[in-house]
């Protein structure tokens, strides 16, 4: 058994020469995961159907008519709306749930 170990012992003398060799190596702490960036969207005030309320103020007159939305948006979006009477389209920002402010279009 003497034997054994005498004859492993050069060999662990030879592995640790080699090491001196080396900078030592630093243990790094495992770093934990980073959870995923995913882009936050605005929430969606105005969806694709609703009816809202679109206020267009020209001067000092206000002038407010219901509208259907053609289609979604968050906040400051500009989306396209239609007047249900005339059939027209406008274009208008939304500025909270369930209304819109016309925009001017030129």
Request: proline share 10%; charged share 25%.
């Amino acid at each position: 058994m003497l034997a054994a170990f005498a004859a492993l012992a050069p060999a662990a003398m030879a592995a640790d020469e080699t090491t001196q060799d080396r900078p030592p190596q630093t243990e790094r702490a495992a770093e934990p995961p980073q959870p995923r960036s995913t882009p936050s969207r605005p929430p969606t005030l105005v969806r694709a159907g609703d009816r809202v309320r679109a206020v267009a103020r020209v001067g000092g007159v206000e002038a407010v008519v219901i509208a259907i939305a053609e289609q979604s948006g968050s906040a400051q979006q500009v989306i396209r709306v239609v007047n249900p009477d005339s059939r027209r389209a406008i274009r208008a920002r939304v500025v909270a749930p369930g209304e819109v402010e016309v925009v001017n279009g030129r």
